[in-house]
């Protein structure tokens, strides 16, 4: 037991410098904005390719929950304090508290908006998770790892991703 913990001791020491002085989060951020946005951007055309007309207009859909798994990427990144800290019953809060605000807003998009609002209902939950993971974490600052954020990058690249999907949601292809 007492060599499991030296090489967890160790392995923690790796990762909180990692994290403290590293631009791998910013990095982390924008190859997984890339890659669902490539996603979101690819999926009408792999859709004409590979199904009927039927199936066309799933692109909206399939890119919105695309989204909604990017932010999932994000509260899962913010969690790493929560673990070092042996905190994971604020998942569970965070959790409840994230869907109790999103009953409202999920109840009102499906009922007007259809399949669009069930899928944008999953994309602002998983913002929601994020939002708060990152709030618990801004809280806790002072216990917890402390992460540098290139906010400005991430910023930058947050509203790139937003402006080429609302583009592409507004977009009609003729098949």
Known sequence: MNSFYQKYKKITAVLRSFNKDSKES???????AFIFLSIFLLLKFIL????????????????LVATGNYFMGMYRFFLTGMYFKNELYMQSIIQCV?????IPIMFFFVMYLGVFGAA?????????????????????????????????RIYHFSLIYIFTALL????????
């Open 26 to 32: 910013a990095l982390f951020f924008l190859l997984n």
């Open 48 to 63: 004409m390719i590979l199904t009927n007309e039927a199936f066309y207009d799933a692109y909206v859909v399939v890119g």
């Open 98 to 102: 994230a869907f109790l605000l999103l």
């Open 120 to 152: 944008l209902s999953v994309s602002i939950g998983h913002l929601l998770l994020a939002a708060l993971a990152y709030y618990w974490n801004s809280y806790r600052r002072n216990t917890y790892i402390s992460i540098k954020y290139e906010w400005r």
């Open 168 to 175: 592409f949601l507004t977009i009609s292809f003729d098949t």
